[in-house]
């Protein structure tokens, strides 16, 4: 493909993801499964254009305010083009697959963007780091003097992470195992079954994938299972566990033995997780649809039976902006007001499933306190047979302390991860 029908494709994409009710990757995926003679580089440059553009959103926009510009896929692409200096006079030609010619309005626009830089120094702290107007103060009382490191953080593409499965492999073979296949990796510096691949990867086409020896999974999601405190010969409830990822870290340091409940509300995740569990040769997990009434009556009746139950909660997915810079505008499912509802409705239900002296983990990937330290002091106001455990008391021997609160805090500027939060309670002995 020339670079005239790669732009003219962008703006079809982003004129989808500008109507649509659905994620921006499955938007890509969905158009680029109607179209598969587009080649891997063609369809390669075409993402990082409309993900690039995504990243710059707010940023756009106010330089299309500045010029007098409508608002339009077309006029964002246009824009970012201008302001990434590049001359655009050849490539909107109308000609076959190529975008039409430039409008009268869209001729005037470029004088006021044309050798501007992107960030200027007039922007708002919000407009400059992507924070969405419902969200700025949220993240200014959280991150204080620091906000604009923070957002800028979340501007930047994120690493390709691996888990290294220890059922089949160690970290040290999956990593002389990849660089045989020419995918070169350094060990993360929090968890230690973790590699981050170095460039672009494509895991999927490698054996070690194939064969179950490592798992995409972000650093920081593979700490939640590692603060959890699973050991060999648990019951362990994983309440939202969707298609399994922190399941199969769980099972893996169960080392299959124990037992594991899948537990979702959704079944075709739950079966993808099946196909995931069996790649990884994981024996100790039985998968539970909460959407059953036969299952729903299986969970009432385990009051106090599990050593383990983690709660990976429905969130605002704020912490993987830099993955996702679409969910900072658009809200694909429930409002924020009611996924806190649905996060303390969850937590209410699975805290009776804790055995005496065992543990209830929260997590979320989310930035937002509401959803996260607000909701562990709601709870623990409600159950006082609940007590935090530090972070620093629950971390197993040899891993680093990523933060000195009492919770996992975890932040794309500080750690090079998603944004996360976990808290790690005990149930009494009362």
């Not at 200096?85 to 050849?90: A, L, M, P, R």
């Not at 869209?106 to 992507?130: C, F, H, T, W, Y």
Request: net charge positive.
């Amino acid at each position: 493909m020339k670079r005239a029908a790669h732009i003219q494709t962008a703006i079809d994409i982003l004129t989808t993801i500008g109507t649509s009710k659905i994620p921006m990757d499955n938007v890509i995926r969905d158009y680029m499964l109607h179209r598969r003679y587009v080649g891997s580089k063609d369809r390669a440059a075409i993402v990082e254009q409309v993900y690039g553009i995504m990243r710059r959103h707010a940023r756009l926009g106010w330089w299309l305010e500045k010029a007098g510009a409508e608002d339009t896929p077309r006029t964002r692409v246009i824009a970012d083009l201008v302001l990434n200096v590049q001359d655009i006079t050849n490539l909107f030609t109308g000609e076959k697959y190529a975008p039409a010619t430039l409008s009268e309005a869209e001729k005037n626009m470029i004088p006021a963007l044309k050798g501007q830089d992107i960030n200027d120094p007039s922007m708002p702290a919000a407009v400059r780091g992507e924070c969405p107007d419902w969200a700025a103060d949220k993240l200014k009382d959280l991150f204080r003097e620091d906000f604009d490191n923070q957002m800028a953080a979340m501007l930047q593409p994120a690493p390709l992470d691996l888990r290294v499965n220890t059922l089949k492999s160690t970290r040290a073979k999956a990593k002389d195992f990849l660089a045989a296949q020419d995918i070169q990796t350094e060990e993360t510096p929090f968890s230690p079954v973790g590699l981050r691949t170095q460039g672009k990867a494509f895991m999927s086409a490698t054996k070690a994938y194939a064969k179950g020896l490592v798992e995409i999974q972000d650093e920081g999601s593979q700490l939640i299972a590692l603060v959890s405190g699973v050991k060999p010969g648990m019951r362990v409830l994983d309440y939202c566990a969707g298609a399994g990822g922190k399941t199969l870290g769980l099972a893996a340091m169960m080392e299959n033995k124990g037992n594991i409940v899948a537990a979702d509300i959704d079944a075709r995740r739950l079966e993808k997780g099946r196909k995931r569990y069996r790649k990884a040769g994981v024996h100790n997990v039985e998968l539970r649809c909460l959407s059953d009434e036969k299952d729903k009556k299986w969970l009432r009746r385990q009051k106090g039976t599990m050593d383990i139950v983690l709660v990976d909660a429905p969130c605002s997915s704020s912490g993987t902006w830099r993955r996702n810079p679409d969910l900072r505008w658009n809200f694909y499912g429930p409002s924020l007001e009611e996924i806190k509802d649905m996060q303390a409705d969850i937590l209410e239900r699975a805290a009776n499933k804790v055995k005496a002296g065992g543990r209830l983990i929260y997590a979320t990937c989310s930035l937002f306190q509401e959803e996260n330290e607000q909701q562990i002091e709601n709870f623990l106001k409600k159950h006082p047979e609940y007590a935090v455990l530090p972070l620093k008391d629950a971390l197993p021997e040899g891993v680093a302390l990523p933060c000195e609160s009492p919770y996992l805090r975890l932040f794309p500027h500080d750690h090079n991860t998603d944004g996360f939060f976990t808290a790690i309670l005990v149930r009494k002995n009362i």
